[in-house]
């Protein structure tokens, strides 16, 4: 079992940042690759972010390259996910998911995790 709590979220004007955290327990951290999904309100969860066991492997929607940052620190057991140029549209229940594969085809997907958290609220105003 791997226990995953999501933090750091709140509300911040368009153009702002925001650090996500998620803390794991548990199981060997290291050996998950970990994700970041959202869910905005009436829409899908989608994927955000991902990167390996190593941290050396990212992996991004087009929608948050370039503004968003996935990275890990496994002596922490703690993954991050630095917001920077948020946009409303960015507004969303953010959650971290554990993977005990990194596979490039199925990553970007839900298919493989089998840990999630219960997310935190980012908020972006206009």
């Known amino acids: 079992q791997v226990q995953l709590v999501e933090s750091g979220g709140g509300l911040v004007q368009a153009g702002g940042s925001l650090r996500l955290s998620c803390a794991a327990s548990?199981?060997?951290?290291?050996?998950?690759?970990m994700g970041w999904f959202r869910q905005a309100p009436g829409k899908e969860r989608e994927f955000v972010a991902a990167i390996s066991w190593s941290g050396g492997n990212t992996y991004y929607a087009d929608s948050v390259k370039g503004r968003f940052t996935i990275s890990r620190d496994n002596a922490k057991n703690t993954v991050y996910l630095q917001m920077n140029s948020l946009k409303p549209e960015d507004t969303a229940v953010y959650c971290c998911?554990?993977?005990?594969?990194?596979?490039?085809?199925?990553?970007?997907?839900?298919?493989?995790?089998?840990?999630w958290g219960q997310g935190t609220q980012v908020t972006v105003s206009s």
């Open positions: 548990g199981r060997t951290f290291s050996g998950y690759a």
């Open positions: 998911a554990a993977d005990p594969w990194w596979n490039p085809g199925t990553i970007a997907t839900m298919i493989d995790y089998d840990y």
